[in-house]
């Protein structure tokens, strides 16, 4: 296939869910993790969208080498979102690593990962490494941070966490890919969505009402207000796993490769 626009700077982005699945393996799907490496003339690194317990497993499964990832950007602070992240620094200490790791969440990442490496792996959050784990904390509707050429912008999610949630919107290779992590409905959906290139959207029921969770339901009555060029669902539950075939919109699964 030829490459496009190679003059151009960064052109696209491709996208694979290497996890679409709720927090309890509905479907036998693994947690929250979704790999991101922009295509372009200089090939910046790989990024992950969430870091759930199960993401070693998840992108090895994929092919994709944990190695290479330059960040992860995590949506809130529950184990299905970010408790993969004590296994993947552990591997990169174990690998050898030496390129700083960046994990970019909401208010309160950097002690939730101390505290979670210690109870996993008690004394890991202290050992000497060979890289730095860099943490940056957003907070929703503060100022965007560029890490790993990745320009990140919060927005309010409601979905109790111990810590804000965030619905990230995140520029890379030239696209806008916007996520919702765990929340449910609110305005700051479509205000994050707007004229994005993916919205990533959570639909855990399919119109079952459950506190702090996105339905299909709720998406579809609000579809006309997404204005991303495209939207995929993911972290879904059996129930909304049963209604796959009436989805209105696009449907993700483990590998499931999307080209931007
Ligand atoms: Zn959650
Ligand atoms: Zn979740």
Not at 24 to 38: K, N, V
Not at 63 to 68: E, Q, S, T
Not at 94 to 104: E, I, K
Not at 147 to 161: D, E, I, L, Q, T
Request: net charge negative; hydrophobic share 40%.
């Amino acid at each position: 296939m030829p490459s496009r626009g190679s003059q151009q700077g960064p052109d696209g982005v491709t996208v694979t869910f290497a996890g679409s699945g709720d927090a309890f393996g509905s479907g036998g799907r693994l947690q929250a993790c979704i790999h991101m490496e922009p295509n372009g003339p200089v090939e910046p690194a790989p990024v992950l969208l969430d870091c759930g317990a199960t993401s070693l497993p998840a992108l090895r499964g994929c092919g994709l080498d944990p190695g290479p990832v330059a960040a992860v950007f995590v949506s809130h602070l529950h184990g299905d979102h970010f408790g993969g992240l004590p296994f993947l620094i552990l591997d990169a200490q174990f690998a050898g690593r030496t390129a700083p790791l960046a994990v970019v969440g909401p208010p309160g990442t950097g002690q939730r990962l101390t505290e979670a490496m210690e109870c996993m792996f008690p004394g890991s959050s202290r050992v000497r490494r060979r890289f730095a784990v860099e943490v940056t904390e957003l907070r929703p509707g503060g100022p965007d941070a560029v890490v790993a050429g990745v320009r990140a912008r919060a927005y309010p999610a409601s979905h109790p966490s111990g810590a804000p949630a965030l619905i990230l919107r995140l520029a890379l290779g030239g696209r806008v890919i916007v996520y919702t992590g765990d929340t449910a409905w609110t305005p700051a959906i479509a205000e994050a969505a707007a004229g994005a290139d993916l919205l990533i959207a959570e639909a855990y029921y399919w119109d079952k009402a459950v506190p702090h969770h996105l339905r299909h339901a709720d998406l579809a009555a609000h579809r006309y207000e997404l204005t991303a060029r495209r939207t995929v669902l993911t972290h879904m539950s059996a129930d909304m796993l049963g209604h796959l075939d009436q989805a209105r919109f696009e449907t993700a699964h483990d590998g499931l490769v999307l080209r931007l």
